[in-house]
């Protein structure tokens, strides 16, 4: 026995008579707001917990790294009245911890500082409740950090105080008399509503009235807003960019710091709005899926790793996009007899998706057996995930086809398998036939060992910019219970057979990817407008088009919008854009160009138009390389189109081998800025335009 060993016995032995016999709490500081921003061992609690307890400020997306089994219990909402009291809730931590061993109390950003973890704690240890604390990246500090100010700096601050602006009393318990040191940063939490008092009460201690001050709502998660001003105007400023809570405030010379700790042209601007999917809103139904830790409970541990995959939540996430994902089904093991006599039996077996391979082998380790028993068999998975999920129990296909396709899939099989030949096929439990009508020739046994059982879920039916279905029993499940009232979002499908399925639901408008695959329902999602040479079919569109822009901005220039301003009908501006096109028909004093409209795919609308010049061969105009202009239709802007057409036409400006090209915007549309400079783009200048009477940024990219 070594040293940590006798220690922890000898604890035991002194301490445990004392403890009630039960289970344990740990107070988990999640972090200010975004996943990764969780510590190591915060997360492992999570991960293994019987029981979660958690409020506002734990990101959601913890719930998903729980065990299916776990009990999550939500404790509200601050200032919200029909939530648990605090004596409620250390009531909650005492019982909880009577019926599981593992319950975590997980809280935004660590449990000490300003999140009743202490009284918590001390309300556990009074009823013998062992319980431990892993702490938590403060939002006091994070939060300060996420907007690019430091809390200390040196000459700027040597230190820095968390004051509540959530007293009992309104904020005449917070001593401003003792906050005049101009070397001290402020960071007042629970303060949203109350800016201006603050400030005030700060002024009338002393503080100058153009002391920086700062206001960061939502830090380090996708709506992460900054405002900045002085004691003087930080209230109003606040007020007008109708920021939310959570919020913090950071009074103190280091909000200075943020103009040269942040990119220039990120001023204001979080990171994750220059994501593509940012600000986005997607209803996501999932079926949960027999995941780790359950998994790795049940197989040879450290192999499970490979063969898990993001879910689209977590991609759309990362993608910038709110993903609210509603809980529609949970796939459960089947038990099933399987013996080392019959699976030596069997020529094949079949997989037809990760499900069924973790509920074989749930099954398999069950019986006492293992992947040894697999051996004399050849191994066919349909779709890569398939193999993959095989791949971590070190099992190596013999077969994968290369589609999630089930037709396929069995009629290959099918020319593979000799006559009578025996296979097993572990399917869910309820499946189409494909297989068994294919393999007819063989001697085929079906053990289903996993079902997709329906689960309880509520659905608010928001005017989401989209719901992402991803396979057909999501999509039964959730449209049959549509709330008739509330309109259908738009509907994006992951493939044929769930299109189909949508499309019997009665569900017309159905965008579906390129192929089934989470990735392609993210590109298809990314790039919502397609690029389109402009053509007859339409004609009206155009013309649409062209009548919005006289009415919105006569002068408009951008984009190929001047050339059709200056064209009667859709059928001269199509002429005039092929003529373009080809250096031979281009004239003479002009550099030929490509313009493409940016059409929605979903609903064939012209969103926008963009123009590269080629300027390749040009004598002077060849040093810039390409040119390009763009437009968004005035109705359809802050929508990101723009920045999808640039990021489609640079591309197309790498076809064309352009390497360096220059591109110009509304000296306003900082959304452009934004994702220019996010490209790698350089600014050059700021020039006059007399034909827009306005003036334009000059960029430059280099491809
Ligand atoms: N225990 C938490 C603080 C709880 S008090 C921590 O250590 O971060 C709640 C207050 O914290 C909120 O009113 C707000 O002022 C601040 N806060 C928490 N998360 C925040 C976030 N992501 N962005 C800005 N402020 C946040």
Redesign the pocket.
């Known amino acids: 026995m070594d040293l940590m060993e006798k220690h922890e016995k000898h604890l035991e032995e002194e301490m445990m008579p004392e403890w009630e016999n039960c289970g344990k709490v740990t107070l988990v500081?999640a972090g200010?707001?975004d996943m990764g921003l969780i510590t190591v061992r915060g997360l492992e609690a999570v991960r293994r917990a019987d029981c979660i307890i958690y409020d506002r400020?734990a990101s959601p997306e913890f719930l998903r790294e729980t065990r299916t089994d776990c009990e999550k219990i939500y404790v509200g909402k601050?200032n919200h009245h029909h939530t648990l009291s605090q004596e409620q809730i250390n009531e909650l931590l005492v019982q909880k911890a009577h019926q599981y061993k593992n319950v975590v109390r997980l809280?935004?950003?660590?449990?000490y500082?300003?999140?009743r973890g202490g009284e918590e704690g001390i309300y556990l240890k009074e009823h013998k409740i062992s319980f431990s604390v892993i702490p938590?990246v403060?939002?006091?500090i994070a939060?300060a950090a996420c907007a690019g100010i430091p809390v200390t700096h040196r000459g700027a601050a040597s230190g820095f105080r968390v004051v509540?602006a959530?007293g009992a009393d309104g904020l005449s318990e917070i001593d401003f008399s003792s906050m005049k040191n101009p070397k001290e940063t402020l960071v007042?939490?629970?303060?949203?509503g109350k800016v201006e008092e603050i400030a005030k009460g700060l002024m009338q201690a002393g503080r100058e009235g153009d002391t920086p001050a700062a206001v960061?709502?939502?830090?380090?998660?996708d709506r992460q807003r900054t405002v900045t001003g002085t004691l003087k105007n930080i209230a109003q400023r606040t007020k007008e960019a109708k920021l939310t809570?959570?919020?913090?405030i950071v009074v103190g010379e280091v909000v200075r710091l943020r103009e040269r700790l942040m990119l220039p042209f990120l001023e204001e601007t979080p990171f994750d709005e220059l994501k593509p999917l940012a600000g986005k809103h997607y209803l996501v139904p999932v079926i949960r899926s027999l995941k780790s830790p359950e998994r790795e409970k049940t197989s040879a541990g450290f192999f499970t790793k490979t063969g898990e995959k993001k879910s689209l939540g977590e991609m759309l996430q990362r993608l910038g996009a709110q993903a609210e994902e509603v809980v529609v089904g949970q796939i459960q093991t089947l038990q099933c007899n399987l013996s080392k006599e019959m699976l030596k039996e069997a020529d094949w077996m079949i997989f037809s998706s990760s499900n069924g391979v973790a509920g074989f082998f749930e099954n398999l380790y069950a019986a006492g057996l293992d992947s040894r028993s697999l051996a004399g068999s050849s191994i066919a998975a349909i779709g890569k995930h398939t193999a993959k999920e095989l791949l971590g129990y070190g099992i190596r296909a013999d077969y994968i086809s290369e589609k999630q396709h089930g037709e396929a899939f069995a009629a290959e099989i099918s020319e593979k398998a000799a006559d009578g030949a025996c296979v097993l096929y572990f399917s869910a439990a309820e499946n189409s036939g494909t297989i068994e009508n294919h393999l007819k020739k063989c001697h085929l046994i079906t053990i289903p060992v996993y079902e997709n059982k329906k689960t309880e879920f509520t659905c608010e039916w928001k005017a989401y910019d989209g719901i992402l279905i991803t396979c057909p029993s999501s999509a039964v499940r959730l449209f049959q219970a549509h709330d008739k009232k509330r309109p259908v979002p738009f509907v994006y499908s992951i493939g044929p057979y769930t299109t189909n399925c949508l499309k019997n639901m009665g569900i017309k408008e159905i965008a579906e990817a390129g192929e089934p695959s989470y990735e392609a329902l993210c590109t298809l999602l990314e790039e919502e407008i397609t690029l389109i040479t402009p053509r007859m079919e339409y004609a009206e569109d155009i013309m649409g088009y062209r009548k919005e822009f006289l009415e919105f901005n006569p002068k408009e220039d951008m984009g190929g919008t001047g050339n059709l301003r200056d064209c009667e009908t859709a059928r001269e501006w199509v002429d005039y854009v092929e003529t373009m096109h080809r250096k031979e028909t281009c004239p003479p004093e002009l550099v030929d160009s490509d313009i493409y409209l940016g059409v929605r795919r979903r609903d064939k609308r012209i969103v926008g138009m963009i123009e590269f010049r080629h300027h390749i061969d040009h004598p002077v105009l060849g040093l810039w390389g390409g040119h390009i202009g763009y437009c968004v239709r005035p109705c359809e802007r802050q929508k990101g189109y723009g920045k999808q057409m640039l990021r489609q036409v640079l591309n197309k400006c790498t076809e064309a081998g352009l390497n360096r090209v220059m591109i110009t915007c509304d000296e306003n549309n900082t959304a452009s800025e934004k994702t220019i400079l996010s490209g790698g783009g350089i600014y050059e200048k700021t020039v006059w335009s007399d034909q827009l009477s306005a003036y334009m940024k000059r960029f430059w990219i280099e491809l």
Request: overall charge negative; charged content about 10%; cysteine-free.
């Open positions: 500081g200010p707001g400020l601050e809280k935004g950003g660590d449990s500082v300003f999140g938590g403060s939002s006091a939060g509540t959530h007042f939490l629970m303060g949203l960061i709502s939502h830090a380090a998660a809570s959570p919020a913090l």
